[in-house]
């Protein structure tokens, strides 16, 4: 066939983006960035609606403008419906979430992707899957939904290729064109070549071909169980070195100085769609085949109770200064999962809120750049007005690490409560700024 790149640009293959979320909407402005003519499909209409005003993507650079030049020139729409999508392009990108319910991995969005594809699907279309998946997923469950609707053959008929996404939220676009080799692996050699000479259009870093899906699958899960497992890590010496007396950032700073140590920072906990989800996807996967991976195991374990024993090491400073925990106001400071995103899904806030609530404190949370919730309680007010959340606050919890944070001081606490109480639990604080809090 005539090189793909000349097709792309010259809009003989239109690509259709599914889901322009976190992932989808960084991957959609980096092929319209390469020439490529978008059709953008998403079911949230206040997301389509957002991209057309030109106010989607607010921390990812670049985006929102990508988008708005391309639809004005013609190079881009958006949709809800995914099966006409389908129909109009010939190059199909999965960028829908999966995630965890009620402790299960979550298919159905990908799931009802693969139906809508499957509708539409022509002879010599191309599919790249991009979410993260437990090994096996892309070929045993996605592609029998796609060949059942499409009545073709994956490899025969179709190209079927499985790319995960590779970013960092805040500089998506930039791993995606700049960062990292992109991985490539196909359900055949025909799905291979066609992934590798496709993705090499908009990865500077090249392609990283695997000999098998499931290969993959397994590569994009393991960076994340490796941050999990090296986040416990650092909690455990983080207390290990709180109870005899070691400034843990410290011995950090020496160890990591040679190259064969690279000790995470320790915290409130572990948030977002990624590291706290994919150990799950291995350790679920692990669980059908009868072998437990204890380490693993145990490190999702570590994090995810880490925001309550940040809670309760905050609510002994709270007793030791003879503070009446019922009725005490707690202002906790960040509701992103992590510092300089507005994403806060699976944010360890929400555990730390409900601690706190649970004790009979009254909580107010204050974020920088997200400015509504529906998952807070009705009783706490979230607002991006640090004087109002910390209002006669007994004291103040760190929970997420904003860049503004880095520069607060005592007086912009001076609405709080005295003797001022700060819990800093992401070490974002500078110590010289705080000589009169506890």
């Given at each position: 066939?005539?090189e793909?790149?000349s097709?792309?640009t010259?809009?003989?293959?239109?690509?259709?983006v599914?889901?322009?979320?976190n992932?989808?909407?960084p991957?959609?402005a980096?092929?319209?960035?390469?020439?490529a003519?978008i059709?953008?499909?998403?079911i949230s209409?206040k997301l389509?609606?957002q991209?057309?005003?030109?106010?989607?993507?607010?921390?990812?650079p670049?985006?929102?403008?990508?988008f708005?030049k391309?639809?004005?020139?013609?190079?881009?729409?958006?949709?809800?419906?995914?099966?006409e999508?389908?129909t109009?392009?010939?190059i199909?990108?999965?960028?829908?979430?999966v995630?965890?319910?009620?402790?299960?991995i979550?298919?159905?969005a990908l799931?009802?992707?693969?139906k809508?594809?499957?509708?539409g699907l022509?002879k010599?279309d191309?599919i790249?899957?991009?979410?993260?998946?437990?090994?096996?997923?892309a070929q045993n469950?996605?592609l029998?939904?796609?060949?059942?609707?499409?009545?073709?053959k994956g490899e025969?008929?179709?190209?079927?290729?499985?790319?995960p996404?590779?970013?960092?939220e805040?500089?998506a676009?930039?791993?995606?064109?700049?960062?990292y080799p992109?991985?490539?692996?196909?359900?055949?050699?025909?799905?291979?070549?066609?992934?590798?000479e496709l993705?090499?259009?908009?990865?500077?870093?090249?392609?990283?071909?695997?000999s098998?899906i499931?290969?993959?699958e397994?590569?994009?899960?393991?960076e994340?169980?490796?941050?999990?497992?090296n986040i416990?890590?650092?909690n455990?010496?983080?207390?290990f070195?709180?109870k005899?007396?070691?400034?843990?950032?410290?011995a950090?700073?020496?160890a990591?100085?040679?190259p064969?140590?690279?000790?995470h920072?320790?915290?409130?906990?572990?948030?977002?769609l990624?590291?706290?989800?994919?150990?799950?996807?291995?350790?679920?996967?692990s669980s059908?085949i009868?072998?437990?991976?204890?380490m693993?195991?145990?490190?999702?374990?570590?994090?995810?109770?880490?925001p309550?024993?940040?809670?309760?090491?905050?609510?002994?400073?709270?007793t030791?200064?003879?503070v009446?925990?019922k009725?005490?106001?707690i202002?906790?400071l960040?509701?992103?999962?992590?510092?300089?995103?507005?994403d806060?899904?699976?944010?360890?806030?929400?555990?730390?809120?409900?601690?706190?609530?649970?004790?009979?404190c009254?909580?107010?949370?204050?974020?920088?750049?997200i400015?509504?919730d529906?998952?807070?309680p009705?009783?706490?007010?979230?607002?991006?007005?640090?004087?109002?959340?910390?209002?006669?606050?007994?004291?103040?919890?760190?929970s997420?690490?904003?860049?503004t944070?880095a520069?607060?001081?005592?007086?912009?606490?001076s609405?709080a409560k005295?003797p001022?109480l700060?819990f800093?639990?992401?070490?974002?604080?500078?110590k010289n700024?705080?000589?009169d809090?506890s």
């Amino acid at each position: 066939m005539p090189e793909i790149q000349s097709l792309v640009t010259s809009y003989k293959k239109i690509i259709a983006v599914y889901g322009l979320g976190n992932v989808g909407g960084p991957l959609a402005a980096a092929w319209l960035r390469a020439g490529a003519k978008i059709i953008g499909v998403d079911i949230s209409k206040k997301l389509l609606s957002q991209i057309k005003a030109g106010t989607s993507h607010k921390k990812e650079p670049f985006i929102s403008d990508t988008f708005t030049k391309a639809l004005n020139q013609g190079n881009m729409e958006v949709t809800d419906n995914g099966s006409e999508a389908s129909t109009r392009s010939h190059i199909k990108i999965v960028a829908v979430p999966v995630g965890l319910k009620e402790s299960k991995i979550d298919l159905s969005a990908l799931k009802s992707v693969a139906k809508d594809i499957g509708q539409g699907l022509k002879k010599e279309d191309a599919i790249l899957i991009s979410p993260s998946l437990p090994p096996g997923t892309a070929q045993n469950i996605v592609l029998p939904i796609i060949e059942k609707y499409s009545k073709l053959k994956g490899e025969q008929d179709f190209y079927f290729v499985y790319n995960p996404e590779r970013i960092f939220e805040g500089r998506a676009l930039q791993d995606i064109e700049e960062n990292y080799p992109a991985i490539v692996a196909g359900l055949g050699k025909k799905s291979l070549e066609f992934g590798e000479e496709l993705l090499r259009m908009i990865s500077k870093k090249g392609v990283l071909t695997f000999s098998s899906i499931a290969n993959a699958e397994a590569e994009k899960l393991f960076e994340g169980v490796y941050r999990d497992v090296n986040i416990a890590l650092a909690n455990e010496l983080s207390e290990f070195c709180e109870k005899v007396g070691v400034n843990y950032w410290e011995a950090r700073r020496g160890a990591n100085s040679q190259p064969f140590c690279h000790l995470h920072y320790p915290g409130t906990g572990v948030g977002g769609l990624c590291i706290p989800v994919y150990p799950r996807f291995i350790i679920e996967a692990s669980s059908k085949i009868g072998k437990h991976l204890k380490m693993v195991e145990f490190a999702r374990k570590t994090n995810d109770l880490m925001p309550i024993k940040c809670v309760n090491d905050s609510l002994k400073m709270l007793t030791k200064n003879k503070v009446k925990l019922k009725g005490a106001k707690i202002a906790v400071l960040g509701l992103g999962f992590r510092g300089e995103v507005t994403d806060s899904r699976l944010s360890p806030t929400y555990t730390v809120v409900k601690e706190f609530l649970k004790k009979g404190c009254k909580v107010a949370v204050h974020d920088p750049y997200i400015f509504e919730d529906s998952l807070l309680p009705l009783s706490v007010k979230l607002s991006s007005d640090l004087d109002v959340v910390v209002d006669r606050a007994s004291m103040v919890f760190i929970s997420s690490d904003h860049k503004t944070y880095a520069k607060l001081d005592q007086n912009s606490f001076s609405k709080a409560k005295k003797p001022l109480l700060v819990f800093d639990g992401r070490n974002i604080l500078d110590k010289n700024n705080f000589k009169d809090a506890s």
